[in-house]
Every structure is written in structure tokens, then in C-alpha cells.
């Protein structure tokens, strides 16, 4: 069964960075598109937030525009999330998964960010 294991969350303050990994043995990532989600309390979907797809084209949400980093190693079936100037409002369960959502969420990593 394919699973999907989101590492890397943490309590940071504003301002600082994190970096999240995305693992995903037995999905070819590079088939497709990848993104990385976000849950919020209070909200009922996921939101995307960054997407990459096989050619390296990314895509950012307007409020994490150069603040957020998305990037893929389709040899490892990995990717990664890196998150600098951090917010608030940035404080959520980050998940990754295809672009669309196809494979069945993971756990996901919460990143609570302090102010």
C-alpha cells in the first residue's frame, strides 16, 4: 500500500525556517505533479500551497511567494518544502501529495509558528 511520510514540522518563531521532506516509496513522482498541502483548524479541506511538476515548473499560493521553496528528487521519490520567514498564519499540518490529490493522505507534519 502506498504511503506517504511527511517529516521536518516543528514550533519555530516568526521569522524562522523550516524545511519539510516528503518521502513516497512506490509512487513515481515523476510521472506527474507533486504538491504540498496544508490543513488548517477550523478548515475542512486541504489548501495547496506549492506544486513542482516533472519539468521543474513550480507553483506558489500568492502568501508564500518567495518565502517558500518546492523541489523534487525523482530518483528518491523525495521532496522537500523549504520554508523561510515563517508566519503565524503559517501554522497548519503540511501534507504532500500528487497533483491532484490521488494517493491516500499521510499523517502529515505540523508546523506551528509562534509570534
Known amino acids: 500500500q502506498v504511503q506517504l511520510v511527511e517529516s521536518g514540522g516543528g514550533l519555530v518563531q516568526a521569522g524562522g525556517s523550516l524545511t519539510l521532506s516528503c518521502e513516497a516509496p512506490?509512487?513515481?513522482?515523476?510521472?506527474?505533479?507533486m504538491g504540498w498541502y496544508r490543513r488548517i483548524i477550523g478548515k475542512q479541506r486541504e489548501e495547496l500551497v506549492a506544486?513542482?511538476?516533472?519539468?521543474?515548473?513550480?507553483y506558489y499560493i500568492d502568501s508564500v511567494k518567495g518565502r517558500f521553496t518546492i523541489s523534487m528528487d525523482n530518483s528518491k521519490n523525495l521532496a522537500s518544502l523549504q520554508m523561510n520567514s515563517l508566519k503565524p498564519e503559517d501554522t497548519a499540518v503540511y501534507l504532500c501529495?500528487?497533483?491532484?490529490?490521488?494517493?491516500?493522505w499521510g499523517q502529515g507534519t505540523q508546523v506551528t509558528v509562534s509570534s
Open positions: 506544486s513542482i511538476n516533472r519539468r521543474g515548473s513550480t
Open positions: 501529495n500528487s497533483l491532484p490529490p490521488f494517493y491516500p
Open positions: 512506490g509512487i513515481g513522482f515523476s510521472l506527474g505533479a
